[in-house]
């Protein structure tokens, strides 16, 4: 089963808008990241954000962190149309079973129209 | 540096045949995992290893195996391949003892069609 789920499955947008992805789990985390997939390519991390933070910000990425509604939200600003890609977050889930495992959601597809 | 190296490229294969899909790195992580992603599934874990010598089932286990004699090369093998194995699969690595999972760097991928 996968812990993470994404919304929406796909965005479409203008050049210069921001974008907003979603991403609910089901279990207790020790952290959350978020990766990009660009077509055909192997997937590059763009950000973590651990459980007991609440913001995180890199460049023009702005991740948000809600344990308390297991979810977390990934926002690009001021997009081009480089940002084309799939984006897929991923939970560490806190538990010694579960120690260097990472699970993926689905992925949410973004389009940036020039 | 290359990263994550993973080949083939791509591999069409006939069911029932025997395939061993390569991953290597150089960047001495001590923890890799083997991924498949399917279109809306996305990605599912198979196998992964903490160190050198040790391996763990993931989500997806069944019929797929690996090894891990040394810290840089991580092999996947399909003893029997059906057609429910075509997928995309992706190997990454970590930098992480296993206590607390860190960043995954991965390797371009092999697209495996079983015919």
């Known amino acids: 089963s996968q812990q993470g789920e994404e919304d929406p499955q796909a965005l479409s947008i203008q050049e210069g808008e921001n974008a907003t992805m979603n991403c609910s789990y089901k279990?207790?985390?020790?952290?959350l990241q978020w990766y990009r997939q660009n077509s055909g390519r192997g997937l590059v991390h763009l950000i973590l954000?651990?459980?007991?933070?609440r913001e995180k910000h890199s460049g023009r990425l702005r991740v948000t962190l809600d344990t308390s509604k297991k979810s977390s939200s990934l926002l690009i600003t001021a997009s081009r149309a480089a940002d084309t890609a799939s984006y897929f977050c991923?939970?560490?889930?806190?538990?010694?079973?579960?120690?260097?495992?990472?699970?993926f959601g689905q992925g949410t597809t973004l389009q940036v129209k020039p | 540096i290359a990263g994550i190296t993973q080949a083939p490229t791509s591999q069409i294969l006939a069911a029932g045949r025997r395939m061993t899909l390569r991953c290597t790195q150089d960047?001495?992580?001590?923890?890799m995992y083997w991924y498949r992603q399917d279109l809306g599934l996305g990605l599912r874990l198979i196998h992964y290893?903490?160190?050198?010598?040790?391996?763990g089932k993931g989500e997806v286990p069944d019929g797929y195996s690996v090894s891990r004699a040394n810290t840089d090369d991580f092999p996947l093998t399909l003893a029997s391949a059906v057609p429910s194995q075509t997928s995309v699969y992706f190997c990454?690595?970590?930098?992480?003892?296993?206590?607390?999972?860190?960043?995954?760097?991965f390797g371009p991928g092999t697209r495996l069609t079983v015919l």
């Open positions: 290893s903490n160190t050198a010598g040790t391996t």
């Open positions: 279990t207790s985390i020790n952290n």
């Open positions: 991923a939970t560490a889930a806190r538990g010694s079973s579960n120690t260097g495992k990472l699970i």
């Open positions: 990454a690595s970590s930098d992480s003892s296993g206590q607390l999972p860190d960043t995954q760097y």
């Open positions: 960047m001495r992580h001590n923890a």
């Open positions: 954000i651990r459980s007991n933070e």
